[in-house]
């Protein structure tokens, strides 16, 4: 079973951009759809976005698309989050997650339920 932990957070002002990475251990992520939620405070845990195992297709919420891009590199065994034009409301903890289960669609990737391996968090703050 993979360990996943994410990094790259901080703060940042309006404007700014970020790149998260979720660097995982235990096994490769090649056969892992991913996903990356985020979870403000006060509020539930979203989905921001997630991609399949061979990288040919993403989802995003509507709150991040033109904004954030997801990306993996399987050689380097990680999976990354670039967030540009940043916005106050993005401020959050970020989590990665992987499906270690082929058998899930890939359709339910916006759903934390898809999801059996999580990383601890990094938190993103924007700064006005």
């Known amino acids: 079973q993979v360990q996943l932990v994410e990094s790259g957070g901080g703060l940042v002002q309006a404007g700014g951009s970020l790149r998260l990475s979720c660097a995982a251990s235990?096994?490769?992520?090649?056969?892992?759809?991913m996903g990356w939620f985020r979870q403000a405070p006060g509020k539930e845990r979203d989905f921001v976005t997630s991609?399949?195992?061979?990288?040919?297709?993403?989802y995003y919420a509507d709150s991040v698309k033109g904004r954030f891009t997801i990306s993996r590199d399987n050689a380097k065994n990680t999976v990354y989050l670039q967030m540009n034009s940043l916005k106050p409301e993005d401020t959050a903890v970020y989590y990665c997650?992987?499906?270690?289960?082929?058998?899930?669609?890939?359709?339910?990737?916006?759903?934390?339920?898809?999801?059996?391996?999580w990383g601890q968090g990094t938190q993103v703050t924007v700064s006005s």
């Open positions: 991609i399949s195992r061979n990288a040919g297709r993403t």
């Open positions: 235990g096994r490769t992520l090649s056969s892992y759809a």
């Open positions: 997650a992987a499906d270690s289960d082929p058998r899930t669609p890939y359709s339910s990737s916006t759903h934390y339920t898809a999801y059996d391996i």
